[in-house]
């Protein structure tokens, strides 16, 4: 089993900043697993906002290239995400995500608000 945690969210005005950490234990690899975060804004489908792959592959959604920044710590075993340069747009619920040897697993989610 694989479980994932997050933590990080909050509000913040325009133009801020924030972290997410997603906290990944069970039966997982960090050189196998892709990793990611999606998001999910009311009325709206869950999205992909940033993934990454073992050999340190990357994608972002459009809408955030140049302001988020996606990591992985092997160590701690988590996947960070470094968002700058919020807007109001980026509100939603942030899920942490990872599709290992064994599944696909969500975590609950985090609220990320972004109001002026």
């Known amino acids: 089993q694989v479980h994932l945690e997050e933590s990080g969210g909050g509000e913040v005005h325009p133009g801020g900043s924030l972290s997410l950490n997603c906290a990944v234990s069970?039966?997982?690899?960090?050189?196998?697993?892709?990793r990611g975060w999606y998001r999910q804004s009311p009325g709206r489908q869950r999205e992909l906002v940033a993934v990454?792959?073992?050999?340190?592959?990357?994608q972002y959604a459009d809408s955030v290239i140049g302001r988020f920044t996606i990591s992985t710590d092997s160590a701690r075993n988590t996947v960070d995400l470094q968002m700058n340069s919020l807007q109001v747009y980026d509100t939603a619920i942030y899920f942490c995500?990872?599709?290992?040897?064994?599944?696909?697993?969500w975590g609950q989610g985090t609220q990320v608000l972004v109001s002026s």
């Open positions: 995500y990872a599709a290992t040897e064994s599944g696909v697993y």
């Open positions: 069970g039966r997982t690899s960090t050189d196998r697993d892709i």
């Open positions: 990454v792959a073992g050999d340190g592959w990357k």
